[in-house]
């Protein structure tokens, strides 16, 4: 998300949903909200999945969930929050519908949204 760098975590994350099938759209680091916004009218994805280690990263996701429910995109995708910065605090104040410091875990339940279980 928009002003936090790190990557490692994320990298993880798209390796693993990649390996169990998942098309993913990597967006890189320090992305604007206009950037999630755009991609995702244009991809249409199933799930919106955002990463941050910082702490100032849980403002940036609330942004980037607001971005999309200003776009009306919202109701569209899921959204996982993931990184350090991720708990479910975080997750009730940002609007994210799941959260994440294990991205195997995290993988698994995309897999039962994908699958409408
Ligand atoms: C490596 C690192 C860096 C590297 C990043 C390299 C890179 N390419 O990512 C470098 C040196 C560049 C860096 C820079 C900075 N860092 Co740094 N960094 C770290 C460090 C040591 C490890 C982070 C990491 O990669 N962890 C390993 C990954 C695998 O864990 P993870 O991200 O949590 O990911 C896992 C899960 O959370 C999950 N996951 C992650 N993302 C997602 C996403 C989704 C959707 C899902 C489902 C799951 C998921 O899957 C992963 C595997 O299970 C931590 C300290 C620490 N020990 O944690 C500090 C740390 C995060 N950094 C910190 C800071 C302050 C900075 C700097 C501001 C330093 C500075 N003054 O310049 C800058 C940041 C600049 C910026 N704007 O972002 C602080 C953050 C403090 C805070 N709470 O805000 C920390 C905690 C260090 C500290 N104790 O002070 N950093």
Do not use: Q
Not at 18 to 42: H, M, N, Q
Not at 51 to 72: H, P, Q, R
Not at 91 to 97: L, R
Request: glycine share 10%; with cysteine.
């Amino acid at each position: 998300v928009h002003e936090d760098l790190h990557d490692i975590g994320k990298n993880i994350f798209k390796s693993m949903a990649e390996a169990s099938g998942f098309e993913v759209y990597d967006l890189g680091i320090d992305v604007p909200v206009s950037t999630f916004v755009e991609k995702v009218r244009e991809v249409k994805p199933e799930i919106v999945g955002l990463s941050g280690v910082l702490t100032l990263a849980i403002d940036s996701m609330k942004d980037t969930i607001d971005g999309l429910k200003n776009a009306g995109l919202r109701d569209d995708v899921k959204v996982t929050i993931g990184g350090a910065c991720a708990s479910y605090d975080t997750m009730m104040v940002t609007g994210a519908d799941a959260w994440s410091t294990n991205a195997a875990e995290t993988v698994n339940v995309c897999l039962d949204w994908v699958r409408g279980t």
